[in-house]
């Protein structure tokens, strides 16, 4: 059964940090691997999607690498700023259905 | 296209009472999902859809539960008898295949007194 941990569950950082979200999953045989964010209270925004085959992808300040044979994956945050404060969720395909596992997610405050 | 809509966003409902929830996804998008999240967990799977047929439905989703997709447009989400434990964020999501990432709507808040 894949199960796919989050660490660490929350964060705070001052603005202009760099900083890593780690996401490690137990069944290698992905399809693709997600990154979402979470403002409170909402839905799910897409950030990055990292297909089995790609070891990484980059938009804008985020880079998501992709480890498969280790199970791990990073969201990389450059530079961060107030507005990136939000919970970010890692989440994992493992079948042609498109189904997704996810993470509990880290809660990530920026300070000004 | 806006996007994922989902209606309505908040929802509070007697305990025993029925409930139903509407997603309408990106027209395009032939597979649609449903999630529950719970205050502080991530969202877990509830059921898929590939245009009107529902080809995955989690052991999370009891007999009290029932999803439609009438001829593969929009989908409800029915929860009958409601109980406290039904308390969550309803999410939905659509996607245009597998290679292709989702498109959350916005949820639908069930608060269960």
């Known amino acids: 059964k894949q199960e796919v941990t989050q660490i660490p569950a929350a964060l705070s950082v001052p603005e202009g940090e760099n900083l890593v979200l780690n996401c490690s999953f137990t069944?290698?045989?992905?399809?693709?691997l997600q990154w979402f964010r979470q403002d409170p209270g909402k839905g799910l925004t897409s950030l990055l999607l990292?297909?089995?085959?790609?070891r990484e992808q980059t938009s804008g300040r985020l880079n998501a690498s992709l480890d498969k044979s280790s199970g791990r994956s990073t969201l990389y945050i450059a530079a961060s700023q107030p507005g990136d404060s939000a919970t970010y969720l890692c989440a994992v395909s493992s079948g042609n259905t498109g189904k997704l596992i996810f993470g509990q997610g880290t809660t990530l405050q920026v300070k000004p | 296209d806006t996007g994922v809509s989902q209606d309505p966003r908040h929802k509070i409902t007697k305990r025993g009472q029925n409930v139903t929830f509407r997603c309408d996804p990106i027209?395009?998008?032939?597979?649609l999902y449903w999630y529950r999240q719970t205050l502080g967990q991530g969202p877990e799977f509830l059921t898929y859809?590939?245009?009107?047929?529902?080809?995955?439905k989690s052991r999370l989703l009891s007999d009290r539960f029932s999803a439609e997709r009438p001829k593969g447009s929009f989908s409800t989400l029915e929860i009958q008898r409601t109980e406290q434990g039904d308390s969550a964020m309803y999410l939905c999501?659509?996607?245009?295949?597998?290679?292709?990432?989702?498109?959350f709507g916005s949820g639908t808040r069930l608060t269960v007194v």
């Open positions: 990292i297909q089995s085959s790609q």
């Open positions: 859809f590939q245009n009107e047929a529902q080809l995955e």
């Open positions: 999501a659509s996607s245009l295949d597998v290679d292709y990432g989702y498109t």
């Open positions: 027209s395009e998008h032939n597979r």
């Open positions: 069944d290698s045989a992905i399809y693709n």
